[in-house]
């Protein structure tokens, strides 16, 4: 069974940095891509971040790009997302979601979530 743990989340001010975690198992996690997602409450689903099973391969949704990372380490099966210059609109639940087949890992080929960590960011 698919499990998918996020933490890291919490209170940031406005410039500061987090660093998500997101912790696998019940797969074999190197053969998956995994995403990033956040939903700000009353808003819907909004991408934030992909990487490729081996990890060589990222992408970013326009509003986080050039502030946060993805990576992972595969043999921890951990992915992490590496957020810097934290803006209030950055404030949201972030989710952890895994890649139902292949590398391709934006918001319609992703077949399993965690429960999510809350953000903040406020002075």
């Known amino acids: 069974q698919v499990h998918l743990v996020e933490s890291g989340g919490g209170l940031a001010q406005p410039g500061g940095s987090l660093r998500l975690s997101c912790a696998a198992s019940g797969f074999t996690f190197s053969s998956y891509a995994m995403s990033w997602a956040r939903q700000v409450t009353g808003k819907g689903l909004e991408w934030v971040s992909g990487?490729?099973?081996?990890?060589?391969?990222?992408d970013y949704g326009d509003s986080v790009k050039g502030r946060f990372t993805i990576s992972r380490d595969n043999a921890k099966n951990t992915v992490y997302l590496q957020m810097n210059s934290l803006e209030p609109e950055d404030t949201a639940l972030y989710f952890c979601a895994k890649a139902q087949s292949g590398n391709y890992y934006y918001l319609d080929n992703l077949d399993a979530w965690g429960q999510g960590t809350l953000v903040t960011v406020s002075s």
């Open positions: 990487i490729s099973g081996d990890g060589s391969d990222t």
